[in-house]
């Protein structure tokens, strides 16, 4: 079955970087492409970045564009989230979630993001 | 990139249908047939119920229903049962080739 596990979360200071990984199972990783989901304590969820199965494009919301970089290791079968001047707006549980045409069927439990001093 | 709008709180009987509004614009909801929707319980993952605005994963119980008009997309669930109480969220696909989720909806069931 599809499994996704986030990892690499935690507490960082205001300007910080972070590094987040996705370990993904279960299917070709290499054919789908890859979602970042963010959901800040008591919020909605807010849409990240977005990159194809072979990583060739990649997209990304206003709110973090410049800063993240999304990128993916299809031989580890592993998406990244690279986050760098992060500040208190960016605390977050981040989800990594499996692409299915325009939609997000699979997810996974997210790992927490803490941005404080 | 302005989110989705979605009533903030709905509520309903056992047995009975509610529905849940998520009104875009013509670069989002209007413009795609990619609205999908998100049933999320407390401290959980959010799980799709509804793809391409009216199609069910396979596993999604026939009480939830998705249709679209214009730039509002609708969710319905019927038959309301009391694990359906969770949050909804909607989302579309947009002209900027990004995504963008509605703020979500809190379902009570009474």
């Known amino acids: 079955q599809v499994q996704l596990v986030e990892s690499g979360g935690g507490v960082v200071q205001p300007g910080g970087s972070l590094r987040l990984s996705c370990a993904a199972s279960g299917f070709t990783f290499s054919s789908y492409g890859m979602h970042w989901v963010r959901q800040a304590p008591g919020k909605g969820l807010e849409w990240v970045t977005f990159?194809?199965?072979?990583?060739?494009?990649?997209c990304y919301a206003d709110s973090v564009k410049g800063r993240f970089t999304i990128s993916r290791d299809n031989s580890k079968n592993t998406l990244y989230l690279q986050m760098h001047s992060l500040s208190a707006e960016d605390t977050a549980m981040y989800y990594c979630?499996?692409?299915?045409?325009?939609?997000?069927?699979?997810w996974g439990q997210g790992t927490l993001v803490t941005v404080s001093s | 990139q302005a989110a989705l709008t979605q009533p903030a709180s709905v509520s309903g009987s056992p047995g009975q249908s509610i529905t849940i509004s998520c009104t875009g614009t013509s670069s989002d909801v209007g413009g795609y047939n990619y609205v999908s929707w998100y049933q999320q319980h407390p401290g959980k993952a959010p799980k799709l119920m509804i793809y391409?605005?009216?199609n069910r994963p396979s596993g999604v119980s026939n009480r939830f229903s998705g249709s679209k008009s214009g730039n509002t997309a609708s969710l319905t669930i019927s038959g309301l049962q009391a694990e359906d109480e969770a949050d909804y969220y909607c989302?579309?696909?947009?002209?900027?080739?990004?995504?963008?989720f509605g703020g979500g909806t809190k379902l009570t069931v009474l």
């Open positions: 391409d605005v009216n």
């Open positions: 979630a499996r692409s299915g045409d325009y939609a997000q069927p699979y």
């Open positions: 990159t194809r199965s072979d990583g060739s494009y990649k």
């Open positions: 989302s579309s696909y947009t002209s900027s080739s990004t995504w963008v």
